[in-house]
């Protein structure tokens, strides 16, 4: 599971800035205090292989984020030729591996950067072992090729001879055609099992909203419900009948099904609601809603835009909840989007419960009742307090974020300036206390 996140040089973050990550994770805060820049670096690793699968580049625009050039993303107080630094902790029990990049701007095209370096610290099995990747160049009569040079020290515990192999951000992990660079297969199957940004869903704030008719697709290797939640019908479609996680299922007498407990969970955050999938030609599908419950009556079902924007933003959430497995990371922005305060606390409350899963959640939201859902679900031990991790981001260049902790019953007792305290405010104005 990933720990931790390291920024330098990108947007705000000029200073090495290190980010804790846990299970579930809030990042809320103020308006350009580096909430989204830290997703983004996740979302462009992601995109990345994406674009091209054996790639020694980082792409800043793909199908998660559109984020310009090297000179828009860089920080604007350091000059061009300065490198973008990402690093990203991963931990499993006692062991630990720690991949670093290094990138510089592509002298042939300014919409990409150059992967320098790559450092790769693991400990493994009580022992520390270092890997530093450095790009070089192969020129031959026809071509040239890039590829990383590692050297690796002549210790007993290492292998014997120094060697050059190529490294590519194919699934951003190391190929499995170079096992010769390990001790042993468990060693790589290691860094396997930890570093793959591609297996990640992501819902961004800009959803599509509702349609009367949804188009089918052809579907990428990691379906998804894409960063709009354009596919979402398609996705429930495609997987209505495949099982969920026990822990997700609203009730253990229904079909734990994608499709019945998406219904489900639309009736546990909106109070009631039924969801009809009708696929109409090879290429269109229908998704019929109600706002309530008519019971097996399938007939008094209307077109989303006809129930309300709330129903349609929400559910490619529950969506990808329901088919994220175990390993793999969701993130969210403003899952707040339309939603009534108490459909807010009880979809954070279906996220708490997919983290439990095994699925890691990043959530960014400026709502308080988000916040508190969260913390309700600590008070009903469907997460512990040292699974939510929650960062406020704030304007200050010396101390860019505060953690703040959430005790057992889900308490908070050090609440700072501008933390979800605009309503404490606001009602000291109104009646004087």
Same mark, same amino acid.
């Given at each position: 599971?990933?720990?931790e ?47 091209r ?17 090297f ?5 604007s107080?350091?000059?061009?030729s ?6 990203? &902790? ?61 050297t ?5 515990d ?40 591609? &297996? ?24 998804t ?7 979402? %019908? ?43 999938? &009708?696929?109409?030609? %090879? ?11 008519? @019971? ?17 933003? %929400? ?5 990808s @909840? ?10 969210i922005e ?8 108490? %459909? ?21 939201s400026?709502?308080?009742h ?47 300036? @501008?933390f979800?305290?605009q ?11």
């Amino acid at each position: 599971m990933l720990s931790e996140i390291t920024l330098k040089n990108f947007k705000c973050f000029k200073n090495n800035t290190k980010i804790p990550v846990k299970r579930i994770n809030l990042f809320t805060g103020i308006n350009g205090g580096g909430k989204s820049t830290v997703l983004q670096t996740l979302l462009m690793m992601k995109q990345s292989p994406e674009v091209r699968k054996n790639t020694h580049q980082i792409f800043f625009n793909g199908s998660c984020v559109e984020l310009g050039s090297f000179r828009d993303v860089k920080n604007s107080s350091l000059s061009h030729s300065e490198a973008i630094e990402f690093a990203y &902790k991963f931990k499993e029990e006692d062991d630990h591996v720690n991949i670093h990049y290094v990138f510089r701007a592509d002298e042939n095209d300014g919409m990409l950067a150059d992967i320098e370096k790559m450092n790769i610290n693991i400990r493994y099995n009580n022992k520390e072992f270092k890997y530093p990747l450095e790009k070089k160049m192969y020129e031959s009569e026809n071509s040239v090729e890039t590829y990383y040079e590692v050297t690796v020290p002549r210790q007993a515990d290492l292998i014997e001879e120094y060697g050059s192999k190529i490294i590519t951000l194919e699934n951003m992990s190391l190929s499995k055609d170079y096992r010769e660079l390990f001790i042993e297969d468990e060693h790589l199957d290691f860094i396997h099992r930890n570093i793959d940004f591609t &297996k990640t869903h992501y819902i961004s704030a800009d959803r599509i909203g509702p349609k009367d008719f949804y188009l089918r697709q052809n579907l990428a290797d990691f379906p998804t419900v894409g960063s709009k939640g354009e596919f979402t %019908a398609d996705i429930l479609s495609r997987k209505k009948n495949e099982p969920v996680y026990d822990f997700l299922s609203v009730d253990q007498d229904a079909p734990q099904t994608v499709l019945d407990q998406t219904e489900a969970w639309i009736g546990i955050v909106f109070g009631e609601g039924k969801i009809r999938i &009708k696929p109409l030609e %090879a290429n269109i599908i229908i998704m019929q809603m109600s706002s309530q419950n008519f @019971g097996r009556s399938r007939n008094l079902l209307y077109k989303p835009v006809n129930v309300g924007f709330g129903y349609s933003y %929400a559910l490619p959430i529950i969506v990808s @909840g329901l088919i994220a497995e175990e390993g793999e990371i969701l993130i969210i922005e403003n899952p707040e989007a339309h939603l009534h305060p108490s %459909a807010q606390s009880q979809l954070s409350k279906f996220l708490a419960k997919v983290s439990a899963c095994g699925v890691q959640v990043f959530i960014e939201s400026h709502s308080d009742h988000i916040l508190n859902g969260l913390r309700v679900a600590v008070l009903d031990e469907v997460i512990k307090p040292d699974e939510l991790n929650i960062i406020y981001f704030q304007r200050d260049e010396s101390h860019q974020f505060i953690e703040i902790p959430v005790r057992k019953g889900g308490s908070i007792e050090d609440w700072p300036d @501008g933390f979800c305290d605009q309503s404490d405010k606001d009602f000291k104005r109104l009646f004087g206390f």
